[in-house]
């Protein structure tokens, strides 16, 4: 193995991607509909962990709900055809 040996209790380098451990709720989006969406996720840390698999998939089905929603649901400055919005915003890189 290569690199340096990690002693137990020695700070490993960054923590792995995922909900706080604490508990907190990801930071709001503006949008109600995916703040919603997310707000279970703030449960993970009490949640046993068989149950965290049917709590992400009720995430999913949630945000796939938002993002299926009716196109006057989005917020208007977010739509194509919003007041102000430059052609090249809907541009690829």
């Known amino acids: 193995m290569d690199g340096i ?3 137990p209790g020695e700070d490993a380098g ?3 991607p995922g ?3 604490d508990g907190t709720a990801p930071p709001p989006t503006g ?3 995916v703040d919603a969406a997310l707000a279970p996720v703030a449960e993970l840390a ?3 962990l068989e149950e965290h698999a049917e709590l992400y998939e009720t995430v999913h089905a949630r945000l796939s709900a938002a993002l299926e929603a009716e196109p006057r ?3 208007a ?3 194509p055809d919003a ?3 430059a052609p090249e915003q809907d541009a690829e890189p």
Do not use: Q
């Open 5 to 7: 040996p990690v002693t």
């Open 14 to 16: 960054s923590p792995a």
């Open 19 to 21: 909900p706080a451990p």
């Open 31 to 33: 949008h109600p509909e």
């Open 46 to 48: 009490t949640t046993p």
């Open 73 to 75: 649901a989005v917020p």
């Open 77 to 79: 400055a977010l739509r």
């Open 83 to 85: 007041p102000g919005r």
